[in-house]
């Protein structure tokens, strides 16, 4: 069975950084674009950031450049999204998401239709 495990969301103040964990399984995990998304209260889902486990590329929206920071760690087949410089419009629920990307070259961002989705985990930030 295909697994995305999230973790690693909670409660912060503004300025303050937390590493979000995303371990995958159940599928070739080099095969895949793993990334984040995020939906807040009354707001629509966006795609924050996602990675390419077989050339590394990676892709950022444009709200979290600078301050965000995603690597893949491919022999545990986990991703991780470092959030520094935190801000209150951050809040949301994170959902870890996997699309095929192949093994050739690949650019994001992720399709909004990802094949496999994680469940989510809800990071807070307070002003």
């Known amino acids: 069975d295909v697994q995305l495990q999230a973790s690693g969301g909670g409660l912060v103040q503004a300025g303050g950084s937390l590493r979000l964990s995303c371990a995958a399984s159940?599928?070739?995990?080099?095969?895949?674009?793993i990334g984040w998304f995020r939906q807040a209260p009354g707001k629509e889902r966006e795609g924050v950031s996602c990675?390419?486990?077989?050339?590394?590329?990676?892709y950022y929206a444009d709200s979290v450049k600078g301050r965000f920071t995603i690597s893949s760690d491919n022999a545990k087949n986990t991703v991780y999204l470092q959030m520094n410089s935190l801000k209150p419009e951050d809040t949301a629920v994170y959902y870890c998401a996997a699309d095929w990307s192949g093994s050739g070259s690949w650019s994001g961002p992720m399709d909004p239709d990802p094949d496999y989705w994680g469940q989510g985990t809800l990071v807070t930030v307070s002003s």
């Open positions: 990675i390419s486990s077989s050339d590394g590329s990676t």
């Open positions: 159940g599928f070739t995990f080099d095969d895949y674009a």
